[in-house]
């Protein structure tokens, strides 16, 4: 006999309401539901995580710590921020250091509000402050071509830091303001520094108003400037003024008027040249194509106890090279070599270029293997050597060093693969050219435009059509755009061998690629 089900679960007394119907209560368990059990305690309440950082002592950041945020902080409101809230700790006080931090984020930033609102608050610091902040603002303003706020810079060093500006401020302000060309804020700047701080011009101030001068070709002015200079001890010329009077002349290839003033430094004014002053009339008489007359400077320079350094045997070896002097051009290298003097990237590229240019591809390919030896062969050194090989129609050999290169730590660039491939298209070597097509795409290096079209026609009248189709695929993956009259004419070709689908195929990725 069925026995009747009884629905506790469904009873009224366990409903939430009385219009509506219970839903179904979890079974719980009789044994569990007799267990008398003591209630346990309250917890006592969880301290908030605002409580616990009120209670948790706070670490006091240092100004070093101060510093490394700010400088580590790429968003320079955060950084500002940051300079703020240090602040708020009891007994710290900025410094120098961290204002010169800020100041140089802010400015780096172009958040300029804020670099004026900060100085205007260094007014009332207490603490010591540096000109080199200034210094460091000055060069910012001057790059962002805002002249009037070099001045401003300036004009703020004694009220902020309270001392009178050093000659290093000044020569730092003149400096920028003549070498941005700003003849009548620099004229204004003069005549203020000379009347506010009773100021009586340098050597040096000189010398940066002897530069301009001569960077504008005005040589009457600069030697004005130097019979001024003459008159005042503390203003008289010295090697640095004979030194940028003589470059002058010599790019203008006043080369007469260049020794003259040399002799006249030495014999007058008892000024001794240094190697970089006998480097200025080397390179001069070299770039005249006057040889002969730089490398009797260099034996002067040797009797009078002056010692060549690696820039004077450059520029004399560059001057025997530029004429074709190659045998004369070594002898300077083994000179130097023999005096001490480790070659450097510069000297083996300007011999190896000479050698190359002369067919003398043997030798430069010594001095190369040389050179990789004592120190970097760079990518320029290389291309040299790429286009002597390329000169000379020794393509296989071109073709192996830049496959074989970059497995030894050498660097090549875009024109390194583009040297040759102008020479093998120009030699009609097409399969070759293919070939370095190829190893270009693969190395993620797009030829030259016209170079490109060229060999994509090339391949098309020679009947490669599979291989014209192919580099016109990898050449649009590169974002390469074709002229019209070379796709076209790619089409046409595979029209006639009737292969309809590869021309829905170049065509698409046509479409494809104007689109991306």
């Known amino acids: 006999m069925m026995m009747p089900k009884h629905s506790f679960l469904t009873h009224r007394w366990f409903s939430s309401s009385s219009s509506t119907q219970s839903s179904p209560l979890p079974w719980i368990s009789p044994i569990h539901h007799l267990k008398t059990t003591s209630p346990k305690p309250d917890a006592p309440p969880k301290a908030t995580s605002e409580l616990q950082r009120t209670q948790k002592k706070q670490k006091f950041l240092s100004h070093e710590s101060a510093i490394g945020l700010i400088n580590h902080e790429k968003d320079p409101q955060r950084a500002l921020e940051i300079f703020n809230n240090v602040s708020k700790q009891k007994g710290f006080n900025h410094n120098n250091a961290t204002y010169s931090i800020i100041l140089h984020k802010l400015v780096q930033s172009k958040k300029f509000k804020a670099v004026d609102a900060l100085l205007h608050q260094m007014k009332y610091e207490a603490c010591k402050f540096h000109e080199s902040i200034f210094l460091n603002l000055m060069g910012h303003f001057s790059r962002c071509s805002m002249h009037d706020k070099v001045v401003e810079m300036f004009n703020a060093i004694q ?140 034996e002067f320079m040797w009797n009078n106890g002056c010692t060549p350094n690696l820039f004077n045997y450059s520029a004399l070896m560059n001057g025997f090279c530029k004429e074709g002097r190659i045998q004369e051009a070594e002898e300077i290298f083994n000179e130097m070599k023999n005096s001490g003097l480790k070659p450097d990237t510069i000297v083996y590229t300007t011999l190896i270029n000479c050698l190359s240019r002369a067919g003398r591809l043997d030798e430069a390919m010594e001095f190369l293997k040389e050179m990789r030896e004592k120190c970097r062969a760079d990518t320029v050194t290389i291309n040299v050597v790429l286009g002597g090989l390329c000169r000379e129609r020794r393509f296989e050999e071109a073709l192996g060093m830049v496959e074989r290169l970059p497995y030894e730590g050498v660097y090549l660039n875009k024109y390194s693969y583009r040297i040759i491939l102008n020479f093998l298209c120009k030699y009609d070597e097409i399969e070759k050219a293919t070939r370095l097509l190829n190893l270009m795409l693969g190395r993620g290096f797009v030829p030259h435009f016209a170079t490109s079209n060229g060999l994509l026609v090339r391949l098309c009248e020679t009947g490669k059509v599979a291989d014209a189709a192919v580099a016109l695929v990898g050449l649009l993956e590169m974002r390469f755009k074709p002229e019209p009259n070379s796709w076209m004419l790619l089409t046409e070709m595979i029209c006639q061998e009737r292969k309809l689908l590869p021309v829905y195929e170049l065509v698409d990725n046509l479409i494809l690629g104007e689109e991306v």
């Open 159 to 298: 009220p902020i830091v309270r001392e009178k500006p050093s000659l290093k401020a000044i020569s730092t302000c003149l400096n920028l303001l003549v070498e941005s060309n700003q003849i009548d804020l620099t004229r204004e700047f003069l005549l203020n520094v000379k009347k506010a701080l009773d100021f009586e011009p340098n050597t040096c101030i000189f010398n940066i108003l002897v530069k301009h001068h001569c960077k504008n070709g005005d040589f009457v002015s600069a030697f004005d400037v130097v019979k001024v200079m003459k008159k005042s001890s503390i203003s008289y010329p010295n090697l640095i003024t004979y030194s940028t009077l003589m470059k002058c002349l010599c790019e203008n290839r006043r080369l007469k008027e260049a020794v003259d003033l040399f002799e006249e430094m030495v014999s007058k004014d008892q000024i001794l040249p240094d190697a970089l002053t006998y480097n200025i009339l080397i390179n001069g008489f070299c770039q005249a194509g006057k040889v002969d007359r730089a490398k009797m400077i260099m």
